[in-house]
């Protein structure tokens, strides 16, 4: 179907953190957004994920001008074009950031970043991950996360069969398996799907979501759905008010039909 979006975000630093390290991208030109939750502590997650969107988006300016750019990562057999150029883009930023934690250990050591990206291009909505932000997709009136959380619970969740209780009082939180600039290569998880008009794409940072449980996210989505701006404003102030303990990044688009 022939597209057109409609897109919002907001980055907020929160009650508890006195500097924010994360960092959003809307590039409506090339239909990319992304959101980024950096770690490391001040003046170096902040560092770590601008350098992931900012190398995101480069990547996407430049091979708008030349498809045949894949460098450095040839293209994996089992993805397509567009699944490739996502994966490539974030295995890039992962590797600069990686690069610049060497460089720098003084001041960088131990500089992370998780990221969700989302880019629309032939009818098709293209999604790339690493770490625990998370993307969601609301259609009709159901919220639903379409992101694996690479998180130390998600891995026991998905090994062992536990209660709710279990779950929110697990120890390690927020320990995450998989992070760009951790090592000098980076699994990517990437995906697309065919959207339904008036779908909307939440793209979040952890702040938002462990403050507010998905019903409490789905809520203030239809309720504010037909107002973008004030939909990602709703949601950064219900997180703040539910305790506000970490950076708050919200980026939405609406997927129309043109």
């Known amino acids: 179907m022939s597209i057109k979006l409609q897109y919002a975000g907001s980055t907020d630093v929160g009650k508890k953190r006195g500097h924010n390290e994360d960092n959003l991208c809307l590039l409506p030109e090339e239909n990319l957004y992304i959101a980024a939750d950096g770690m490391g502590g001040?003046?170096?997650?902040?560092?770590?994920?601008?350098?992931?969107?900012?190398?995101?988006?480069?990547?996407?300016?430049?091979?708008?001008?030349?498809?045949?750019?894949?460098?450095?990562?040839?293209?994996?057999?089992?993805?397509?074009?567009?699944?490739?150029?996502?994966?490539?883009?974030?295995?890039?930023?992962?590797?600069?950031?990686?690069?610049?934690?060497?460089?720098?250990?003084?001041?960088?050591?131990?500089?992370?970043?998780?990221?969700?990206?989302?880019?629309?291009?032939?009818?098709?909505?293209?999604?790339?991950?690493?770490?625990?932000?998370?993307?969601?997709?609301?259609?009709?009136?159901?919220?639903?996360?379409?992101?694996?959380?690479?998180?130390?619970?998600?891995?026991?969740?998905?090994?062992?069969?536990?209660?709710?209780e279990e779950i929110e009082n697990f120890p390690h939180k927020n320990v995450i398996v998989r992070a760009l600039?951790?090592?000098e290569t980076v699994q990517v998880d990437v995906d697309h799907e065919e959207p339904h008009h008036k779908d909307i794409y939440l793209?979040?940072?952890?702040?938002?979501c462990d403050m507010l449980k998905d019903d409490e996210i789905e809520k203030i989505m239809l309720k504010e759905?037909?107002?973008?701006?004030?939909?990602?404003?709703?949601?950064?102030?219900?997180?703040?008010?539910?305790?506000?303990n970490d950076n708050i990044t919200v980026v939405l688009v609406e997927v129309l039909e043109g």
Not at 203 to 208: A, F, P, Q, R, V
Not at 225 to 244: H, K, P, S, T, Y
Request: proline letters at 1%; hydrophobic letters at 35%.
């Open 225 to 244: 759905r037909d107002n973008l701006e004030g939909c990602v404003q709703a949601l950064i102030d219900a997180a703040n008010d539910a305790g506000g």
């Open 181 to 183: 600039g951790m090592k």
């Open 42 to 164: 001040h003046a170096s997650g902040e560092v770590a994920s601008q350098i992931a969107v900012d190398t995101v988006a480069d990547f996407y300016k430049e091979t708008s001008e030349d498809k045949d750019l894949t460098w450095p990562y040839k293209m994996e057999k089992d993805l397509d074009y567009q699944e490739n150029r996502l994966a490539a883009s974030i295995k890039l930023a992962n590797l600069r950031i990686h690069e610049k934690a060497e460089d720098d250990p003084g001041s960088h050591h131990g500089m992370g970043t998780t990221i969700v990206a989302a880019h629309v291009s032939n009818g098709l909505v293209y999604f790339g991950h690493v770490g625990d932000s998370r993307i969601y997709r609301l259609r009709g009136d159901t919220l639903e996360q379409i992101t694996d959380d690479h998180s130390l619970l998600n891995d026991y969740i998905k090994m062992k069969d536990l209660s709710e």
């Open 203 to 208: 793209l979040c940072s952890d702040g938002l």
